[in-house]
């Protein structure tokens, strides 16, 4: 055994390459000085039953008109990071939630912009009430917000539920009677911030929920939990049902 373990080291010594391959991969492997993305942080990748690709791309909507390539892209390098459009009850719009005035001009995709943007908020769900033309806002660190038609600094309205932080709000929409359904995409801050999305998909874990909050009573309430990545949210016509996307696992 010894002797056996004796020749390994020989072995690698006499080709210095292989050694330095050998640290390196250990050095990766171990991350002695969590250095990776998901260092210090209990990474535990869970499995999701993700429908066979060839069954989404099947059903997939195609734009076989190519109407896409007959629109014009506006704002280029102006706007980073739109995920809603909205209109306002006079037409006016599009209004949206980006991540350029935060990051003052500087590309919002780099580690510069993630420290500030804690502070700034980033708001990802905008849906306007139209009747009474306040602004509702899903912002992925500041919870369910509303601004009056008047604009101004908008009214946190959610920030907990059943007696736990929203941490990730991030879509919504208005029912008729006047309730907000909207979504929190994971219930663990502290493990990975919104700016990890892209880990909480790879993870795969299930701390996502729909959330209702209810104007008249102030109140907020778990519709459903379990979710994996909730992301946008849309009550039909008839406000009969409600979809809603799970990302990480490619449905709704
Ligand atoms: C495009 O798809 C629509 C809906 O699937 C279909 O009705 C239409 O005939 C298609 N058009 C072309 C040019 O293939
Ligand atoms: C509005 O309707 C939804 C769906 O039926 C219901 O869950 C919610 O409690 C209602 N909200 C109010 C304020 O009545």
Same mark, same amino acid.
Request: hydrophobic share 35%.
């Given at each position: 055994?010894?002797?056996?373990?004796?020749?390994?080291?020989?072995?690698?010594?006499?080709?210095?390459?292989?050694?330095?391959?050998?640290?390196?991969?250990?050095?990766?492997?171990?991350?002695?000085?969590?250095?990776?993305?998901?260092?210090?942080?209990?990474?535990?990748?869970?499995?999701?039953?993700?429908?066979?690709?060839?069954?989404?791309?099947?059903?997939?909507?195609?734009?076989?008109?190519?109407?896409?390539?007959?629109?014009?892209?506006?704002?280029?390098?102006? /706007? +980073?990071?739109?995920?809603? !459009?909205?209109?306002?009850?006079? %037409?006016?719009?599009?209004? =949206?939630? #980006?991540?350029?005035?935060?990051?003052?001009?500087?590309?919002?995709?780099?580690?510069?912009?993630?420290?500030?943007?804690?502070?700034?908020?980033?708001?990802?769900?905008?849906?306007?009430?139209?009747?009474?033309?306040?602004?509702?806002?899903?912002?992925?660190?500041?919870?369910?917000?509303?601004?009056?038609?008047?604009?101004?600094?908008?009214?946190?309205?959610?920030?907990?539920?059943?007696?736990?932080? /929203? +941490?990730?709000?991030?879509? !919504?929409?208005?029912?008729?009677? %006047?309730?907000?359904?909207? =979504?929190? #995409?994971?219930?663990?801050?502290?493990?990975?911030?919104?700016?990890?999305?892209?880990?909480?998909?790879?993870?795969?874990?299930?701390?996502?929920?729909?959330?209702?909050?209810?104007?008249?009573?102030?109140?907020?309430?778990?519709?459903?939990?379990?979710?994996?990545?909730?992301?946008?949210?849309?009550?039909?016509?008839?406000?009969?049902?409600?979809?809603?996307?799970?990302?990480?696992?490619?449905?709704?």
């Amino acid at each position: 055994m010894e002797k056996r373990s004796q020749l390994k080291d020989e072995f690698l010594l006499q080709h210095p390459y292989l050694l330095v391959l050998a640290l390196a991969l250990g050095f990766i492997i171990m991350d002695p000085f969590q250095m990776s993305p998901v260092g210090g942080h209990k990474f535990r990748p869970v499995k999701n039953d993700i429908a066979p690709y060839k069954l989404v791309m099947e059903n997939w909507p195609k734009d076989n008109m190519s109407r896409l390539s007959l629109g014009n892209l506006e704002f280029v390098d102006e /706007i +980073f990071g739109p995920e809603s !459009l909205e209109f306002d009850i006079w %037409g006016h719009g599009p209004y =949206t939630g #980006t991540e350029k005035l935060c990051a003052r001009g500087v590309d919002s995709t780099t580690s510069k912009q993630w420290k500030v943007e804690p502070w700034c908020g980033r708001p990802l769900g905008l849906r306007f009430d139209k009747k009474r033309g306040d602004l509702y806002i899903a912002d992925a660190y500041y919870g369910l917000l509303v601004v009056g038609p008047e604009g101004g600094v908008a009214t946190p309205l959610a920030t907990r539920v059943e007696g736990k932080p /929203i +941490f990730f709000a991030n879509d !919504l929409d208005i029912h008729n009677n %006047g309730s907000i359904f909207f =979504t929190d #995409t994971r219930d663990n801050f502290v493990k990975f911030h919104y700016r990890n999305h892209f880990l909480i998909l790879l993870e795969g874990e299930a701390s996502g929920r729909l959330l209702r909050y209810d104007p008249p009573t102030r109140t907020t309430h778990v519709v459903l939990d379990g979710l994996a990545f909730p992301n946008g949210v849309q009550l039909s016509k008839d406000q009969s049902f409600l979809l809603f996307t799970e990302t990480t696992n490619c449905r709704y």
